[in-house]
């Protein structure tokens, strides 16, 4: 359910919306204000049923990419922004990239980084707030960059004890993925168990890499 109300978003804001089950859109880039979304049916990952198609394990396990995590939150996000194949426009505004900047710099905003011969070629952005983490979006200039870097997303959900991961809306491709949609009185009780609860993001120590296998064994690890 989207508002058409406009309201000064704060970073600290920002975060109790998303406790709450909300989250702030723009209308286009070129829009100085935001609005509230809180859908109906929202989009989740369950972490212990994450599904990787078999060509996708292979690719993955053959690391194709240097994942680095937040490394270079811009550069994400001019990605993320750039139009692709089904979205000639883009939500992500000034205001969006300034906000989730300083949630960046304050811990709270990260990012999984595809790279390709010193190439940023794939990616995605989102929000960690207790044992939740809320992703925002996703590109990629390269076959399966944006995929590979969500496969090892969710490898450091599971192995850091996190309880939910966000999808906000269930799209046919995140639904191939294991993306399952809830009714929002069904949300917000999950929402609010893993907002209380503690995760660790850094997982794998920052800096060390970690490769593809390595991901995979952590998402068929035992819960």
Sequence with gaps: M???????ITPEILLRAYAAGLF?????????????????????????????????ARTVRQDPFEIRIDHDFDAVLA??????????RTWISGRIR?????LFEA??????????EGRLVGGLYGVRLGAAFFGESMFHRARDASKIAFVHLAARLRRGRFRLLDAQFVTDHLETLGAVELARAD?????????????????????????????????????
């Design 79 to 88: 990605g993320c922004a750039e139009p692709m194949e089904g979205r000639e």
């Design 2 to 8: 989207a508002g058409p109300q406009r309201a000064e």
């Design 187 to 223: 949300y917000l009780p999950i929402l609010a168990e893993a907002v209380a609860a503690e995760a660790q993001w850094w997982s794998w120590p920052r800096g060390e890499a970690v490769s593809g296998r390595e991901a995979l064994d952590a998402l068929s690890a035992p819960g």
């Design 107 to 116: 811990g709270h905003c990260h990012t999984v980084e595809a790279w390709q």
């Design 98 to 102: 300034q906000i989730y900047g300083a």
């Design 24 to 56: 702030p859109m723009a209308q286009d880039a070129d829009d100085p204000g935001l609005f509230w979304v809180e859908p109906e049916q929202r989009g989740i990952f369950p972490l212990d049923e994450i599904h990787i198609p078999r060509r996708l």
